[in-house]
């Protein structure tokens, strides 16, 4: 009885973990022999999924017993459920790694450097940079992004307001924006979100001259007068009633405000592409401009890199993989389907999808773009950024005492790193 | 010789029938295993692990060292603990409206001769069948300040609504307008079945005493409803102490809920837990922070059964 009891508690064990651990358990042989490998990849935009099972299926034909099992995690759970994973030895054989966690994989240990001698100057250099710790290369950037002004055609004509010039400036941006509001239409000229700081308020902060940490990862910039200036950018914007108040943007998100012609401009990423050619309002209504420039010009530069989990029982197959992800014909591959590839040379392909659109203004971008801030522990000190900002989105508390607040807790926190 | 040989068989009957106990018991005891072993690895274990964890710290990916007290007093110092502690207070308190509106839907579809019962029961029980997250989405709609329905209805008649969930003024009515509605359908037929298990006689011999059916109510529904209402009170205040689901999907997911407003006053004990556990990987002090509010809730429980003493009448 009590023999049988623990076998079926045992069965039960497995039954849960069946689902979990998947792949992990085949073919525990040797590597190099011709078994049947699956290797599980793990990635989080749905809209690049179908690109990423292609690249998988032309890997296949080169590794005839290779095969890859994509699998989709919503962004808003991918790092929670990859932690989980991670600590409990089931994470995925490649997964996508990006800029803000990328230090706490490589300082725990838990993704593998790469080993082998790579070309890395194939890759914009910030990219590599941001892929890089204590001298070790730990993924291949597969893709890049920069931030852009998305704007409504329709409605720029409508307001009789001329579109953005390559060259214009903070001062142009604020004349358009009053503009272009129209109370009675329930227009407001632009959505100052809160919650992406990559697209928003890092960019502003950089080009008033601020900066979001020093360079050596340890000190906050947010007392900076000039990052303050930067946040100020957007709350002013608010106070303005340029810009929806953060209670409605709770409600409804900014992109789906733009979406449906209620914002005039929405800074985006690269990555909007996919999104604003299909959706059937903005497909033949949006177009991009560069970021204005402050005191200086910049945008967040920042890119998705594939990486190896440590604990991969497949290491030769999933180092194959990763650099195919990241050569020349891959990069080709999702030129043309998805975000700009990181391989230099290869994102003609990607401008020319769409020539309706000025999308060279992304490429164009990265002449003078600024790396995506991060350190060990980024998630902690962005939950900080939120919890001290919404109050200055609200107006509850003064944008600089809001910053002070933050630059002080963010310091606390990296000074635990 | 007679009374030996009357003892003997005695004595050995005895023998005899605690044997057979012994091994009734270990039947019983063998029939009980496997829901014993899945409650002692899936249930006990994981609380005395957390107990252990509550007093270390840990790595983002495992690992942890022994602090000693060193999350408790940080727990005890921490405003958001406080904040955290007094939403779901709140919302607790506020939820017990939900047992006195399901004891009167309950009574009003108790009524005799009322036509289609089981399809209002449906009806109320629909929303506890339904996923917290879909009900929460759902809501999420209803209570936007531009689009959603709520505001419609109200622009009707002149009202300008506001961002139900995004105004730190109104958002905690607002969810526990959706706790109840998705908890008064169980609660409802708790309820139901309570009614009917009371016997006829008594509001026979009430109403041959003159008594009617509001005076019937007061003076024999409820009080023979009250061990009933006591189990509702003791499962939601569980329930409500718990919270989680709701509020995570209702004030945004991941991360952006920070971003909500209304965000002091909705996030919950437990929702603080998982931030600390998932998010910002403090996953010592995220024990911590459930093992007092486990603490709390045991506390809460043995209280409202010191209390039952009070208003609970057993037949």
Redesign the interface.
Known sequence: ??KS??S??AL?CAVLLASACGGGEQAGTGAGTQDKVTLSYGVWDATQQAVMQELGAEFTKTHPNVAIDVQLTPW??YW?KM??A??GGAAPDVFWMNGPNFQ?YAS?G?IKPIEEQVDTSVYPKGLVDLYTYEGKLYGLPKDMDTVGVWYNKTLFEAAKVTPPADDWTWADFKEAAAKLTDAKKGVYAIGAE??SFQEYQYNTIYQAGGHVISPDGKKSGYDDPKTIEGLKFWTDLIAAKQSPD???M???APLQLFEAGKLAMYWGGSWNVAEFTKNDYTKDKVDVAPLPKGEKQATIIHGVANVVSAKTEHPAEAWEFVKFLGSKPAAGILGKKGPIPAYNGTQSDWVAAHPELKLQVFLDAVAYAVPYPVSK?T??W??AE??HL?KA??GEVPVDKAAADLAAGMNDLLAKE | MTTTAGTRPTRAAHAASKRRFRAEALWGY?FI??TG??LA?FYLWPVVQTTYFSFTEW????GHTWTGLDNYTRLIGDPEVGRALVNTLTYTVLGLVGIPLAIVFAALLNRPGLRGVSAYRTAFFLPVVTMPVAVAMLWRWL??????LVNQVLSVVGIDG??W???PATAMYALVVVGIWSSIGYNLIIFLAGMQAIPKELYEAASMDGAGSVRQFFRITLPMLSPTAFFISIVSVIGSLQLFDLVFVMT?????A??????ARLQTVVQLFY?RA????DRGYAAAIVIALLVLIAALTVLQFRLQRRWVHYV
């Open positions: 009885m009590w009891a623990r079926g508690a039960l808003a759970d929670t932690k989980a991670v600590t706490l725990n838990v809160l919650t953060l209670k409605t709770t409600d409804t522990n998630a902690a962005q939950e939120l919890t919404t989105w609200t | 063998a295993a496997p072993l899945g690895i790595g983002a990916f495992g209570y936007n300040g531009d689009y959603g506001p961002n969930i995004a105004d945004g997911s991941g991360q952006s920070r971003a909500n407003p209304a965000y931030e998932f998010v910002t990987n």
